[in-house]
């Protein structure tokens, strides 16, 4: 009886909520991290109540403006099913350095936009004008191997369950600064999206390099999961100078 009332609150998104799911947890990621690793000062940020959290999310004007214009691109090609990768880039002003790479794969359980996504990704990387003491970036290239794997959509959880997956996920991105190396100096960030090689890029979007960090630590963080999409995040940084 117990299993029964536990699958009656199972409430399955559509693909389309889903997405949307998934976009907005990329924003907030987004500002999380900003705040998190100094990238901005303390009191640009001001909390918001979301996923049963405080979460901080940035009140200075530029880079809420464009934070906005990432997601605003960002959310059509989720909803479009053209992301396979989000990648947030923390670099050195002083030396351009790249410190931290925050990286986001995700996967969709849909066979067709799994065939489709395989078949017609391409090499090619793409990045924007600096605006707000970043870049915005798009990066499209091939699929890894393991992207998707067949057979292996979740099963059906109920909206407190996803909330619970994501909020471990915020709470591992905060206890992140027991492990990272102190960020010294002025940093700036950037934005990278790998997407479909058949995707609508805006023109504003350039070509980029994958910003990977040179010997860099990599630490595996935790993903959350719909019935159409998975989140997986990986956190790699440069080791501190002895």
């Known amino acids: 009886?117990?299993?029964?009332?536990?699958?009656?609150?199972?409430?399955?998104?559509?693909?389309?909520?889903?997405?949307?799911?998934?976009?907005?947890?990329?924003?907030?990621?987004?500002?999380?991290?900003?705040?998190?690793?100094?990238?901005?000062?303390?009191?640009?940020?001001?909390?918001?109540?979301?996923?049963?959290?405080?979460?901080?999310?940035?009140?200075?004007?530029?880079?809420?403006?464009?934070?906005?214009?990432?997601?605003?691109?960002?959310?059509?090609?989720?909803?479009?099913?053209?992301?396979?990768?989000l990648v947030v880039v923390i670099t050195s002003k002083d030396t351009g350095e790249h410190l931290e790479r925050w990286q986001f794969d995700v996967q969709i359980f849909d066979k067709i936009a799994r065939s489709k996504a395989l078949k017609k990704s391409a090499d090619k990387e793409n990045a924007a004008p600096e605006q707000a003491a970043s870049s915005l970036s798009l990066t499209t290239a091939p699929l890894a191997n393991d992207a998707?794997?067949?057979?292996?959509?979740?099963?059906?959880?109920?909206?407190?369950?996803?909330?619970?997956?994501i909020q471990s996920i915020f709470r591992q991105i905060?206890?992140?600064?027991?492990?990272?190396?102190?960020?010294?100096?002025?940093?700036?960030?950037?934005?990278?999206?790998?997407?479909d090689a058949d995707s609508n890029v805006p023109m504003e979007w350039g070509d980029s390099d994958a910003k990977e960090i040179k010997d860099g630590e990599k630490v595996q963080l935790r993903g959350f999961s719909t019935s159409n999409h998975r989140v997986d995040t990986l956190v790699s940084y440069r080791l501190a100078s002895d």
Not at 33 to 50: C, H, M, N, S, W
Not at 177 to 193: K, Q, R, W
């Open 1 to 85: 009886m117990s299993a029964e009332k536990d699958k009656s609150k199972v409430h399955k998104l559509s693909l389309k909520g889903s997405a949307k799911l998934v976009a907005e947890f990329f924003e907030y990621s987004i500002n999380t991290i900003l705040f998190q690793r100094g990238v901005y000062p303390a009191e640009d940020f001001t909390p918001v109540k979301k996923y049963g959290l405080n979460i901080l999310v940035s009140s200075d004007d530029q880079v809420k403006a464009y934070i906005k214009r990432i997601m605003s691109q960002l959310k059509e090609w989720v909803i479009g099913g053209k992301i396979s990768k």
């Open 148 to 165: 998707f794997r067949e057979n292996e959509a979740p099963p059906e959880k109920t909206e407190k369950e996803i909330q619970s997956e």
């Open 174 to 195: 905060t206890a992140s600064v027991t492990f990272l190396p102190t960020l010294d100096g002025n940093c700036t960030f950037n934005v990278l999206v790998y997407a």
